[in-house]
């Protein structure tokens, strides 16, 4: 039985992000099942569901809402 070598989005994506507040490093925590895609989104200590998340060919798509407290 051969292993199954099909590109996944499983595992741990790093960003980083520039934005009004400054540059912002982050995660996405991704895990793939068929072409749904679940996880997390995790930023400045705050971690945030993904939900709605699809796989269409090389492309991905989700959502997910995260609310940080900025220092200004």
């Known amino acids: 039985m051969a292993d199954d070598l099909s590109p996944t989005a499983d595992g ?6 520039e934005t009004e507040y400054g540059v912002m490093d982050g995660s996405f925590e991704l895990k793939q ?10 930023n400045m ?10 796989i269409e060919g090389d492309r ?3 959502n997910s809402t995260l609310r940080t407290r900025m220092s200004v």
């Open 60 to 62: 991905l798509a989700f």
């Open 12 to 17: 741990t994506w790093l960003y980083t992000i």
């Open 45 to 54: 200590g705050t971690t945030a569901p993904i939900f709605d998340g699809l």
């Open 33 to 42: 099942a068929g072409l749904e895609l679940t996880g997390a989104f995790v």
